[in-house]
């Protein structure tokens, strides 16, 4: 981060050689063909590495976008707390879920802990070698843009349980 640190970090994650699981990617790179530099907001590609996690130092407000199975229709949108990641019965699965967990542990045990933090997840609908979003993603891909950057504008909301968005 830089000399002033952002508030509000964005922070896509997922492996681009997978297809869909590559989403949290794709939706930086948008976000930051989209945006203007903003000193409140920081868009991080987080890959495949939960390292980002414990980099994150300052932040406020802690947004996620990851591919997550949820047992929706691809390209389905959902918003979920924490809690629901920690407690994953709910048949959450991401490629990314261990790293996931472990990364907000370690904020948490560093004394790092946002105010708040969302995960946005997407249901994948291809997630095969291939480097392109599948055509269900690659359409809903605006539609996820502005449903992060409303989460930008509302990072004081409370999280909720699971909640599909669309």
Request: net charge negative.
């Amino acid at each position: 981060m830089g000399e002033k640190e952002a508030r509000t970090a964005i922070v896509g994650v997922g492996n681009v050689l997978l297809k869909d699981d590559g989403i949290g990617v794709h939706l930086v790179r948008e976000l930051s063909n989209r945006m203007a530099p903003d000193n409140e907001v920081e868009i991080i590609d987080g890959g495949t590495s939960p390292d980002v996690f414990p980099s994150l130092k300052g932040v406020e407000h802690l947004i996620v976008v990851d591919a997550v199975q949820a047992g929706g229709e691809p390209g389905s949108i959902y918003r979920f707390g924490p809690g629901d990641v920690m407690n994953a019965r709910s048949g959450l699965c991401s490629a990314h879920h261990i790293g996931l967990i472990e990364g907000l542990n370690m904020m948490r045990l560093l004394g790092m802990e946002p105010k708040s933090t969302v995960i946005i997840g997407v249901e994948p609908g291809d997630i095969t070698l291939g480097l392109e979003l599948s055509p269900d993603l690659q359409k809903v891909l605006p539609r996820l843009a502005e449903v992060v950057l409303q989460e930008t504008a509302s990072g004081k909301r409370n999280t909720k349980s699971e909640q599909r968005m669309e």
